[in-house]
């Protein structure tokens, strides 16, 4: 250690500056205990906790703290941790521990055993050699030189074993120290003061003990002492710290100087599953990490096998007993439930002095094959077994061939020649050949509908009742536990009775036009086809329509008068013929307006001749009353409302006779209904006296005549949608109505 000093910072402030006293020398080692390289545990024993620093660092300065952290291989510990400073236990159960004092500290959780200790130094020195912790073989190690006022430090310089590894003005370095490293590690801190003179701090001695990455493997044998025969279960045992649960291990078993299995896996276990009994072999295992690359070797060890005598010899055929059919090959199974090494196998068959084979072999079980079997192999079969303790023999069972049974025949039974809906039939299948009991199972378009057995051989039937959805393939099949046969295919077809039709009108009314053309529809919901329809009007037949492929018949009628009535119609498929309801229908003569147009001109026509007549009778009338000098000559005008009508004169001292003139008047009324328009005619009677008085006004003194008539004619009017309106429309182009305010004022 030199002579240092420091430059002291009251200079800053125009003090005296005064050297700084050389420190006192260090020579003790500062001891960086990260982990305690681990051993192995007992079986069954809890995984050991790991302890860590923040910062992770396990030297500071006097006055700092450093918090603890308790870590098993799950996870973090928060709570339930049992915390120990030089094997002293604390009072802390928290996941987390703040400390201020030198020594060694432990901890663990509930999930695992007491971690290794750690030892935590705070110095009273103005530099300190720190180092990152944990850190494990191969593994990165980052050392750091610290000072209490790092600004004042220019340069940092890094020893191991006094030989210098680096510097640098404020950065750390990286080191890899081997495991059982024995190395010295200190660091030196220099500075200027500001008069030019330089300064150095020298660190204590640190020396790092590196923790090993995972110890070397242990193979062990599960069971440890196997019986011959069964397998067995090695392990390749080693494991990693907590902290490097990230680090991946590779496994390679070995017998002697062969690898087992398929060489290096991510798997500490290798199954063997049989073992055998083979002299004194040695095993043993090798794990390895991959980055980085260490590989650790395990000791040899030598597993013992024990030989166990043959039991419970069995004998087994395939196909099992009861199903071998003859003409297939037979396998004789003998098989023994213990027995270890090389065993011997024998076939034998009750009534033979001679074996049918033998077999040795390193197994538990052996096969013999008997080729194309025959009746007449039919017989005792039995087994022996023997691994050098003497044969040990089987049961006998007994082994008889069986005939699978023939392709069956499907025969369908109906009680008349075309089946009809409603009816019974049978369904018999039967195999001409087959060991019993036979089962067969009926099948339409590949449903099963049933099944039934035969226990004696021969056929067996299915009874349907019909209906319309059974019509298709039907088959059959036998099965004797042997063979599955499947008959050809049957068709069948289901002939279904017509249902009351039902009978239609195109157009859909109950009154119709002469000259429309009417479509009688008639149909049946159900029924085979063809189907053949009738029509009827009044139980007298208007023809006949075929549906050949189902569903409904129409029939067209050019309507005259006569066809008003009752309409019906018929159905037949030959199963039966069916009617439909009645349905009525109305037949009118004319179109809506023709019959308007024709009851105008009517009305006029009767009106002109009343005209003509009342005429006459007056011109007949004047006639006579002028011959007999009853009328002068000169006549004045008779004012009336009427232009039309002839003014007649008569004397004024003379009271004229009431003369009637008719006059045809008419005007549409419409009731509210906007299928029906009335024609209303009026017939007027003149009377004497005033024509202004309305005819229903009576006024005392006149004379009263006849209140005018009305006449409604009752027209239909025509739907504006209906095709045949413009044909009527164009028929009463001549028509022309007189607005009813003119009737009110000739009134």
């Given at each position: 250690m030199f002579c240092e000093h420091r430059w002291d910072r009251s200079l800053a402030f125009g003090e005296t500056v005064f050297p700084c006293p050389r420190p006192g020398p260090a020579p003790m080692l500062l001891w960086l205990l990260l982990i305690l390289a681990p051993g192995r545990q007992p079986a069954g024993a809890l995984p050991k906790a790991l302890l860590l620093l923040k910062p992770p660092w396990s030297t500071a300065f006097e006055g700092e703290t450093v918090t603890l952290f308790c870590k098993d291989h799950h996870s973090l510990a928060w709570e339930y941790v049992s915390w120990y400073h030089n094997e002293t236990p604390l009072r802390k159960q928290s996941g987390r521990l703040q400390i201020s004092k030198s020594g060694h500290y432990r901890c663990k959780t509930q999930r695992s055993s007491l971690s290794d200790p750690v030892h935590v130094q705070f110095l009273p020195d103005w530099l300190v050699l720190q180092a990152s912790h944990p850190a494990f073989e191969r593994d990165k190690v980052v050392l750091r030189c610290r000072g209490k006022e790092e600004e004042d430090i220019m340069e940092r310089t890094y020893y191991?074993?006094?030989?210098?590894?680096?510097?640098?003005?404020?950065?750390?370095?990286?080191?890899?120290?081997?495991?059982?490293?024995?190395?010295?590690?200190?660091?030196?801190?220099?500075?200027?003061y500001i008069l030019g003179m330089s300064w150095t701090e020298t660190s204590r001695p640190l020396k790092i003990q590196v923790q090993e990455l995972f110890p070397s493997p242990v193979l062990t044998a599960s069971p440890s002492w196997p019986i011959e025969g069964s397998p067995v279960t090695l392990t390749c045992e080693t494991w990693l710290p907590p902290?490097?649960?990230?680090?991946?291990?590779?496994?390679?078993?070995?017998?002697?100087?062969?690898?087992?299995?398929?060489?290096?896996?991510?798997?500490?276990?290798?199954?063997?599953?049989?073992?055998?009994?083979?002299?004194?072999?040695?095993?043993?295992?090798?794990?390895?990490?991959?980055?980085?690359?260490?590989?650790?070797?395990?000791?040899?060890?030598?597993?013992?096998?024990?030989?166990?005598?043959?039991?419970?010899?069995?004998?087994?055929?395939?196909?099992?007993?009861?199903?071998?059919?003859?003409?297939?090959?037979?396998v004789l199974i003998c098989?023994?439930?213990?027995?270890?090494?090389?065993?011997?196998?024998?076939?034998?068959?009750?009534?033979?002095?001679?074996?049918?084979?033998r077999k040795t072999q390193n197994a538990l079980s052996a096969e013999l094959r008997i080729a194309s079997v025959r009746e007449q192999d039919a017989g005792r079969y039995y087994c022996a077994a023997d691994n050098l303790d003497g044969p040990v023999l089987s049961k006998r069972i007994r082994i008889t061939p069986r005939v699978p049974a023939s392709r069956p025949v499907l025969t369908v039974r109906t009680p008349r020649a075309q089946a009809v809906e409603g009816d019974v039939v049978e369904l018999h299948c039967e195999?001409?050949?087959?060991?019993?009991?036979?089962?067969?199972?009926?099948?339409?378009?590949?449903?099963?509908?049933?099944?039934?057995?035969?226990?004696?051989?021969?056929?067996?039937?299915?009874?349907?009742?019909?209906?319309?959805?059974?019509?298709?393939?039907?088959?059959?099949?036998?099965n004797n536990g042997l063979r599955v046969q499947r008959s050809k295919m049957v068709s069948l077809s289901i002939t279904v009775p017509v249902s009351h039709p039902v009978l239609t009108l195109n157009p859909d009314v109950a009154q119709a036009m002469v000259g429309d053309v009417l479509e009688l529809r008639c149909e049946a919901q159900r029924g085979s086809p063809p189907i053949l329809y009738w029509f009827y009007h009044e139980d007298v037949i208007l023809g006949n329509t075929s549906a050949p492929f189902g569903g409904g018949a129409s029939f067209n009628l050019s309507l005259t008068t006569e066809h008003s009535g009752n309409?019906?119609?018929?159905?037949?498929?030959?199963?039966?013929a069916q009617s439909s309801e009645t349905v009525s229908l109305n037949i009118t003569g004319l179109c809506k307006n023709k019959v308007t147009h024709i009851t105008v001109g009517v009305i006029g026509c009767l009106l002109s001749m009343l005209g003509l007549a009342a005429t006459a009778a007056l011109v007949g009338r004047f006639r006579?009353?002028?011959?007999?000098?009853?009328?002068?000559?000169?006549?004045?005008?008779?004012?009336?409302?009427?232009?039309?009508?002839?003014?007649?004169?008569?004397?004024r001292g003379l009271s004229r006779p009431a003369l009637m003139e008719l006059q045809p008047l008419y005007s549409n009324v419409s009731p509210g209904d906007d299928d029906l328009v009335y024609s209303q005619i009026w017939i007027r009677q003149h009377r004497e006296g005033s024509p202004a008085h309305s005819p229903r006004t009576h006024q005392k003194g006149e004379v009263f005549h006849q209140e005018p008539a009305i006449v409604y004619s009752e027209v239909k009017r025509a739907d504006p949608y209906d095709p045949a309106r413009q044909d009527c429309e164009e028929a009463a182009e001549g028509y022309e109505n007189v607005p009813c305010t003119s009737l009110a004022s000739d009134h």
């Open positions: 191991k074993n006094e030989e210098k590894i680096g510097s640098s003005y404020n950065s750390n370095i990286t080191v890899y120290p081997a495991f059982n490293d024995d190395s010295t590690y200190r660091c030196t801190a220099s500075g200027m902290l490097t649960s990230h680090t991946r291990l590779q496994f390679c078993f070995f017998k002697e100087h062969r690898a087992l299995g398929a060489g290096w896996s991510n798997s500490p276990e290798l199954q063997i599953p049989t073992m055998w009994s083979e002299g004194a072999a040695s095993y043993w295992c090798q794990a390895r990490t991959v980055i980085p690359r260490i590989l650790k070797t395990s000791p040899r060890s030598q597993i013992r096998v024990h030989r166990v005598p043959v039991s419970d010899v069995n004998l087994e055929t395939q196909p099992p007993v009861g199903q071998l059919i003859e003409g297939e090959d037979l098989s023994v439930a213990a027995g270890t090494g090389t065993v011997t196998f024998s076939w034998h068959r009750e009534g033979s002095e001679r074996s049918l084979g195999a001409q050949r087959g060991s019993p009991p036979i089962l067969y199972r009926f099948y339409r378009e590949d449903v099963p509908l049933g099944s039934s057995s035969a226990p004696s051989g021969g056929g067996a039937s299915l009874n349907l009742s019909l209906t319309a959805e059974h019509s298709g393939n039907y088959s059959c099949e036998a309409y019906s119609c018929g159905a037949d498929n030959g199963l039966g006579t009353q002028r011959k007999s000098g009853a009328i002068p000559r000169n006549i004045g005008s008779v004012p009336g409302p009427d232009p039309p009508a002839q003014a007649l004169h008569s004397p």
